[in-house]
């Protein structure tokens, strides 16, 4: 599991599509299952993580931004779900 874990590091620190290749035919057909499931997900998704390795600095963190605040607004209902605006119901209610 240590050489597991070393190989592992050793392509995604370097960037290196081809220690990705080689990483995933030595783990391919382990005998530890957990191992073999993560190789078998990495070849499901090998473009995009081959992609990660080509373009590390591209990321997607300030559109998840962008549409963390939008949730956030919608779901406050920009002021119209507000406890005042419940209790003003209340007494109107009444």
Same mark, same amino acid.
């Given at each position: 599991?240590?050489?597991?874990?070393?190989?592992?590091?050793?392509?995604?620190?370097?960037?290196?599509?081809?220690?990705?290749? @080689?990483?995933?035919?030595?783990?391919?057909?382990?005998?530890?299952?957990?191992?073999?499931?993560?190789?078998? @997900?990495?070849?499901?998704?090998?473009?995009?993580?081959?992609?990660?390795?080509?373009?590390?600095?591209?990321?997607?963190?300030?559109?998840?931004?962008?549409?963390?605040?939008?949730?956030?607004?919608?779901?406050? @209902?920009?002021?119209?779900?507000?406890?005042?605006?419940?209790?003003?119901?209340?007494?109107?209610?009444?």
């Amino acid at each position: 599991m240590v050489r597991f874990l070393t190989d592992f590091h050793l392509w995604l620190d370097l960037n290196d599509e081809a220690a990705l290749d @080689g990483f995933i035919n030595n783990y391919r057909d382990s005998n530890i299952d957990a191992v073999a499931q993560f190789v078998n @997900g990495l070849i499901k998704d090998y473009d995009a993580v081959k992609n990660c390795l080509v373009y590390p600095n591209i990321s997607n963190g300030p559109v998840e931004g962008i549409n963390s605040r939008t949730k956030y607004v919608h779901r406050r @209902g920009g002021g119209r779900a507000s406890v005042e605006l419940l209790c003003a119901f209340r007494v109107l209610a009444s």
